[in-house]
């Protein structure tokens, strides 16, 4: 049960049923699974509308251990009449006896079942009626089945109510019991690895300026199951937890072995201690020195932050140990708003480690939770991949519930139509959120007409937003044709990168825009006549367009899926290596880059920044060929790597580049000081690749992306 909380989340209440031709609903099966779905509640709503499912597992039936000797002694001849003893079929011999599978089999290991049973809201729901009455279950029930576990994902109010309670005593003292709804799992106050903890405690203790010590939730504690002793034995009855296992085969056991612990603070300390002495001195006080450079020249530097940085997922396709998929959080000074550039899976979860900017007393989870969410106004999606907006459900569900009635306004998405499409397809399965947010076409908005972030919560915005014509979103692309037919054709380009700028007192925007090269005619710019511009690259090679757009821009962050010597894997994939970003930054004229979406290879400072980095490049092809030698069973004591020879010039330590890591925090004033911290940081954290963490790029798979573009483009003509 790896992260426990995420089975509270309302989507996880859904996995879709599939029905026959006839309309009833039929087994997900494979050779070690049954999977039986049972919609509850259908006879008041129909199998369309129903929105909750408790799902029954069922084990395939393993024949007993096949006795060789007994066969033999039977007169069984050796060959296909095994084969179908083993399978259960009883044979007949030549003498004409029959020899059933019985008498040469030992004892079969049964089918096993498992359940997981769906959050009910209230006690008073129809849908927990629906669960008490429901007939698959009759057979567990009646001793007729034994379920080995169930798990529950109600909160403890419906849980220990007297109704729960009785219908799952009525599976006898057998079953096991796993609860992880609110209030009956035991919350985590840590990260999801303790790896990553550390991480960015050592970041912290170095840097913390940067690097914010991370905030932990609220360590809620679960109700006390006591309380249900007198109905159940106490080992029937199990607080989920992050990393719990329930082995169903071929033992019946509780496995605790992976759970995760949060180290004390003296063993944190320790830990922290043993890395500083891990370094070498003369690092560590270069570290230490341009530290205090660093803070006294923040600290009497008389200009005033305009816009800080949250970076939330620094890394692309899939999460790691170290990087989130992709997601930053700009906050605006000036009008006190904040905004997302891309919002991938778990990035609500990110932003409740750090503390909001305009709190600044010791504050809970809760606390944090509205605030972020009174300042969080826009999103800007890039593009349709699922790292990119796969956090936008849990964003909009958290979001709502956490902001009073009187104040809450709904969240404006900007995003290309086919998520659009998906957020309204899922409002349609979760109907409390349809009025939770406003979905923005990317492509379909005047630049003259885009409000800043203050202002898009006012009303009348949306009629606004509604009157824009697909004639100035030609404009604002470039095209000069003045055919309407042509200019419908050239005006459903899915976006990607965006340009934004603010003035130093308030956060506004406007938009049009630009293309890049991720997939065909991708990007949008946004600009205000104001004094600082931002530019976003989304996911993408290197686009002249975007460099036109943000020509003198103030901020530049690019992606950086890749090191230079991947170059052709970065053609392949589209997207972009580290001197090609470096590249674009110089030719749009930009004083500061910032690095992210990194392949989830690095998780520290890519290598390529480091001083000794042809000779580590070295090291790491050889371990590669190694591995390889391993592979093909030839023997690796010949393997050998020549010097690499770099394609390009590498990112050196004068390079005015600073690499993004998750929970890092930076304004546009410290950025100066920033870039220093990197070739600093190539030496203490270097990006070394991590075995099995490469990324995946083609998650959505060749074909299904291509028919979701072809949807896109049909939705967006």
Known sequence: MDGVKNFTRPMDNYLPPKIDKLGAVVPYVTKDLTLYTVPLGLKSVGLESCRHFAYIGETPQIPGK???????????????????????????????????????????????????????????????????????????????????????????????????????????????????????????????????????????????????????????????????????????????????????????????????????????????????????????????????????????????????????????????????????????????????????????????????????????????????????????????????????????????????????????????????????????????????????????????????????????VIAQLQRNTIDSTIEASGSSSSDPEEEEVHAAPSTNGLVLTIRKTTSCGMASSATTEHNPDEGVEVEDPSLLKIVYSGDTRPSETLILWGQDAHILLHEATFEDDKCMEAVQKKHSTINEAVEVARLMRTPHLILTHFSQRYHGIPMQFHPQYPLLLQQQQLMEAKATAVEQGTSVADVSVATPVLQTTPVTATTDVVVAFDFMTVSDRELTWAKGLTPLLAEIFPALPVPGEEEDEDLLGKEEAAAAAAATGRNQG
Request: proline letters at 6%; glycine letters at 4%.
């Open 66 to 460: 096949f006795f060789l000797e007994k066969a033999l002694e039977l007169g069984v001849p050796k060959g296909p009449t095994f084969g179908k003893l083993k399978n259960g079929q009883a044979v007949t011999l030549p003498d004409g006896r029959v020899v059933e599978p019985s008498q040469v089999l030992g004892e079969p290991t049964l089918s096993q079942y498992f359940s997981i049973i769906p959050s009910i809201a209230s006690t008073e729901s129809t849908v927990l009626q629906a669960l008490m009455d429901e007939a698959a279950f009759q057979s567990f029930r009646s001793s007729e089945k034994l379920l080995q576990v169930m798990v529950h994902l109600s909160s403890s109010v419906v849980v220990q109510s007297a109704k729960y309670m009785q219908w799952i005593a009525s599976f006898g003292p057998a079953t096991k019991h796993i609860f992880v709804g609110p209030g009956m799992a035991k919350d985590s106050a840590h990260t999801s690895y303790v790896a990553e903890r550390l991480y960015s405690q050592k970041l912290a203790s170095l840097y913390p300026s940067m690097f914010p010590t991370l905030l932990s939730p609220d360590a809620a504690v679960p109700t006390d199951l006591t309380s249900m002793a007198t109905v159940f034995a106490d080992e029937q009855l199990i607080h989920g937890e992050a990393m719990l296992k329930y082995n169903i085969l071929p033992l019946k056991r509780l496995d605790l072995s992976e759970a995760l612990s949060t180290p004390s603070e003296t063993d944190t300390q320790t830990m922290l201690a043993e890395f500083e002495a891990s370094l070498e001195s003369s690092l560590v006080t270069r570290a230490h020195d341009y530290r205090q450079q660093m803070t006294s020249a923040i600290q009497n530097d008389t200009n005033v932050d305009n816009v800080r940085f949250y970076f939330l997922g620094t890394g692309c396709a899939i999460p790691s140990k170290y990087r989130n998929v992709s997601s930053t959080l700009l906050y605006f000074h000036g009008s006190q708003a904040a905004m997302l550039l891309d919002c991938g899976e778990g990035s609500w979860h990110q932003l409740q480690r750090l503390s909001p900017p305009t709190l600044t007393e010791p504050t809970t989870a809760i606390q944090r939770a509205q605030e972020w969410s009174r300042l969080i106004q826009l999103v800007w999606i890039s593009h349709l991949h699922a790292d990119h907006h796969l956090g936008l459900i849990h964003l909009i569900v958290q979001r709502k519930l956490h902001l009073p009635a009187d104040v809450f306004r709904p969240l404006f998405i900007i995003a290309p139509m086919f998520v659009l499409r998906f957020l309204e397809e899922v409002a349609v399965m979760m109907p409390e959120i349809a009025d939770a947010f406003v979905g923005i076409p990317s492509n379909c908005f005047d630049p003259t007409d885009l409000l800043c972030t203050e202002c898009v919560t006012e009303d009348g």
